[in-house]
T-cell receptor, first 112, second 110 residues
Framework: GIQVEQSPPDLILQEGANSTLRCNFSDSVNNLQWFHQNPWGQLINLFYIPSGTKQNGRLSATTVATERYSLLYISSSQTTDSGVYFCAVEQGSGGSNYKLTFGKGTLLTVNP | DAGVTQSPTHLIKTRGQQVTLRCSPKSGHDTVSWYQQALGQGPQFIFQYYEEEERQRGNFPDRFSGHQFPNYSSELNVNALLLGDSALYLC?????????FGPGTRLTVL
């Protein structure tokens, strides 16, 4: 099956710093999502980004589908950004609604 | 508009018992998927239901079974619980802009 690799596995930042998280995948996909998992386990949708670039406040994401990677940028980090960030991909034909394959995540800690 | 809901929040069972977890999808979503997340790992796909049928299944034994009702809500059943079944169980419903997850049920097997 498809492999999803995230880097770095752990990242520690001071509040206000910027960071880039990377997601590599081993095959073509028809969907890619970024999630933030809070300390209570809730997976929060950040981006649905099968290709191109999107921005939402301090967060932005870019997926280069032809080169099989995606990047999540966090600018001016805040302590509330702490948690695990997951990349997940979906394969299949005919649109969405197939299973998601997750990476192992990046554990981000933002210190005040 | 309510998001994906799951019940119960937490559950403690002993080995060999059976458990049922419940999920209601977001309004308008007709496809429900279940995932298991062990500590320190990413979620792993268990199965997906659409039109009350299991449409896809991950690499999980037959002890894991499910059901989808006409109102699109879903249940996950696990029989003969093992210690290794202790995990966070997540339900997701699907739209054209991806999957949306519920808060999860944390299952502890003693």
């Amino acid at each position: 099956g498809i492999q999803v690799e995230q880097s770095p596995p752990d990242l520690i930042l001071q509040e206000g710093a910027n960071s880039t998280l990377r997601c590599n995948f081993s095959d073509s996909v028809n969907n890619l999502q970024w999630f933030h998992q809070n300390p209570w386990g809730q997976l929060i949708n950040l981006f649905y980004i099968p290709s191109g670039t999107k921005q939402n406040g301090r967060l932005s994401a870019t997926t280069v589908a032809t080169e099989r990677y995606s990047l999540l940028y966090i600018s001016s980090s805040q302590t509330t950004d702490s948690g695990v960030y997951f990349c997940a991909v979906e394969q299949g034909s005919g649109g969405s609604n197939y299973k998601l394959t997750f990476g192992k995540g990046t554990l981000l800690t933002v210190n005040p | 508009d309510a998001g994906v809901t799951q019940s119960p929040t937490h559950l403690i069972k002993t080995r060999g018992q059976q458990v049922t977890l419940r999920c209601s999808p977001k309004s308008g979503h007709d496809t429900v998927s279940w995932y298991q997340q062990a500590l320190g790992q990413g979620p792993q796909f268990i199965f997906q239901y659409y039109e009350e049928e299991e449409r896809q299944r991950g690499n999980f034994p037959d002890r894991f079974s499910g059901h989808q009702f006409p109102n699109y809500s879903s249940e996950l059943n696990v029989n003969a619980l093992l210690l290794g079944d202790s995990a966070l169980y997540l339900c997701a419903s699907s739209s054209f802009v991806g999957q949306f997850f519920g808060p999860g049920t944390r299952l502890t097997v003693l």
